[in-house]
């Protein structure tokens, strides 16, 4: 099974709810139960790597063998150090095909706020059947992701280029230097803040027209890199038809209007709110 057929974003209906989203048993699985000699030597080696320090109580003998399965399809060549690591999932920069650096998430299986991924999941008939135990929602929640990163550069939104999804393995597109993360938006001073609001307010837009909404937008997971804004974190994103999207619509609007409205833009989140809403045709399909 390719990565493709693992995520197949299906032409249009950008808002439907059944897209399909394949959880079921992956490869990884499968090497992680068949115990090669060759998987457990790279087992070994990652995880006696002082960089790294996967732990085994974090992540499981499937995790390896994703990692394992991502080597061996070419997606990644060599890992380098962690990036950034919280209660849900580790980044690490890594080497990829042809001297690119890329950025390798990890979910923890043991995530300790998997009960907040599940309130993103749930009304979603994507995800009708998936159990609710911290496993069955981390492996749904990682290529949800992918998803989401895939429909979001669809629209027109800069995001992290989607590479390859295995289990609760994400590779995407590093954003930012090795040693030299892209800052925040509300880490940097902002040359411009009319401009900058309009980009985000842009982003919005195309989001919404696509038929999706961030969910935790803010000025935390706004990255600035080579002159761009890029917007990070975006696994929790929903569809425009989940029960609860008009509320984190809403959400989004305040956090953004607040952020921007201290730098001295004229806004307020029901005018941001009401302009996506003007100006977005989202497809219902």
């Not at 299906?10 to 998987?39: K, L, M, Q």
């Not at 998430?105 to 979603?124: H, T």
Request: aromatic share 8%; with cysteine; glycine share 8%.
């Amino acid at each position: 099974m390719t990565d493709d057929d693992l995520l197949d974003d299906s032409e249009g209906a950008p808002g439907d709810e059944w897209e399909e989203i394949d959880v079921r048993d992956t490869e990884a699985d499968r090497i992680a139960r068949e115990r090669d000699r060759e998987f457990s030597q790279f087992r070994d080696q990652l995880k006696d790597a002082e960089d790294l320090k996967l732990e085994e109580s974090v992540f499981d003998e499937a995790t390896y063998a994703a990692i394992y399965k991502l080597v061996q399809d070419g997606h990644i060549v060599a890992f380098g150090g962690p990036i950034s690591t919280g209660k849900e999932a580790n980044v690490y920069e890594a080497l990829g095909p042809e001297d690119t650096d890329v950025a390798v998430k990890i979910y923890r299986i043991n995530a300790s706020n998997f009960q907040q991924m599940r309130d993103y999941l749930e009304g979603d008939p994507r995800f009708e059947g998936i159990r609710g135990d911290k496993k069955s929602v981390v492996l749904t929640w990682t290529p949800k992701e992918f998803s989401n990163l895939q429909r979001a550069r669809a629209a027109g939104v800069r995001v992290p280029e989607p590479i390859a999804v295995q289990r609760n393995v994400l590779v995407m597109e590093l954003i930012g230097e090795e040693d030299d993360h892209a800052p925040t938006l509300h880490d940097v001073a902002i040359e411009n803040p009319q401009t900058a609001f309009e980009v985000v307010r842009e982003y919005m837009r195309r989001w919404y027209d696509a038929g999706l909404v961030h969910g935790d937008l803010s000025e935390y997971n706004i990255v600035v890199y080579e002159g761009e804004l890029v917007v990070i974190d975006i696994g929790q994103a929903v569809t425009i038809h989940h029960p609860n999207a008009g509320d984190f619509l809403e959400r989004d609007c305040e956090n953004v209007a607040a952020f921007f409205s201290r730098l001295g833009v004229d806004v307020d989140g029901d005018s941001l709110c009401g302009y996506i809403h003007e100006n977005a045709d989202p497809r219902e399909d």
